[in-house]
DNA sequence: GCCAACGTTGGC
DNA sequence: GCCAACGTTGGC
């Protein structure tokens, strides 16, 4: 079983959104980076689990814990005309951008705001949310990152 | 295949 | 709202 740290603007996507849907399961769509596409192709698998991550708000940080409820399949907003991420060069023959499932697990106590993270950069060194320039809304977490950090929940 | 222009991300 | 970093696009 793999780890993950998925971003998502909580104007736009919240954990608690999550948490408010039927099943506390949703898609996640929307991704529209070939790298990103990718790791959801070839690594993600049900069963995993992820951090989620709030970005560009007032307090950017890890919110709350969710598992990946599905392999990587065709992303049904890239053939929408009307979708915010509708792409019209790709055919449902031939789908370009994939999604998983994502199901609510539960909210951190206290959010692991990305500034604590920052404190701990030596005991997170390869942790990609912390490396320079790095945008990827979806990045893997190694185990050692992952239960490092749930430790340093409740403490900020 | 190069690379300039443009768009997006996301912290601050 | 600014801006740096990065990805994508498209002309050549």
Not at 67 to 90: E, G, L, M, R, V
Request: hydrophobic share 35%; glycine share 4%; charged share 30%.
């Amino acid at each position: 079983m793999a780890y993950w740290l998925m971003k998502s603007e909580p104007d736009c996507f919240s954990i608690d959104d999550l948490a408010s849907r039927p099943r506390q399961t949703e898609k996640w769509d929307g991704v529209r980076n070939y790298q990103v596409r990718n790791m959801f192709r070839d690594q993600m698998k049900q069963g995993d689990q992820a951090f989620f991550y709030h970005s560009s708000c007032a307090e950017p940080g890890i919110y709350g814990l969710m598992t990946i409820a599905s392999n990587a399949y065709p992303d049904p907003t890239q053939f929408d005309a009307k979708a915010d991420h509708y792409d019209p060069k790709s055919k449902p023959e031939e789908p370009r951008w994939l999604l998983v499932d994502v199901r609510f697990e539960r909210k951190l106590k206290t959010p692991v705001t990305l500034a604590e993270l920052r404190k701990h950069d030596k005991q997170l060194q390869g942790l990609l949310l912390l490396a320079p320039g790095s945008r990827l809304s979806v990045t893997p977490v190694k185990p050692a990152h992952w239960n490092y950090i749930l430790k340093l929940e409740g403490r900020s």
